[in-house]
């Protein structure tokens, strides 16, 4: 069974940074791609960041380019995210998912098979 966990959101002022993490078990955490996905409940969930198994590539959405990293470590299991310069625009729930297919990366929900429970990130003006 596939388990995401997530940690270190919280509540923040415009331009400070966070750190999310979150840790994989039941899956051979290196052989798949990783994203982060945020949503607010009054939107569809937002593609934040990508990055493939090796962490070579990576991708953002264009409102975090500049300011969020996604990197992973895959002897802990576990993938990240930056996140510098926050704005209150920022405020969502950020979820860490796992592609379902070995090797792959990409942007759409769709494609990933697994998601953490969330972690909520709130950032005051």
């Known amino acids: 069974q596939v388990q995401l966990v997530e940690s270190g959101g919280g509540l923040v002022q415009a331009g400070d940074s966070l750190t999310l993490s979150c840790v994989v078990s039941?899956?051979?955490?290196?052989?798949?791609?990783m994203g982060w996905f945020r949503q607010d409940p009054r939107k569809e969930p937002e593609f934040v960041a990508t990055?493939?198994?090796?962490?070579?590539?990576?991708n953002y959405a264009d409102s975090v380019k500049g300011r969020f990293r996604i990197s992973r470590d895959n002897a802990k299991n576990t993938v990240y995210l930056q996140m510098n310069s926050l704005k209150p625009e920022d405020t969502a729930t950020y979820y860490c998912?796992?592609?379902?297919?070995?090797?792959?990366?990409?942007?759409?929900?769709?494609?990933?098979?697994?998601w953490g429970q969330g972690t909520q990130v709130t950032v005051s003006s």
């Open positions: 998912a796992i592609r379902a297919a070995e090797y792959t990366t990409g942007p759409r929900p769709d494609d990933y098979s697994d």
């Open positions: 039941g899956r051979t955490f290196s052989a798949y791609g």
């Open positions: 990055i493939s198994p090796h962490g070579i590539t990576t």
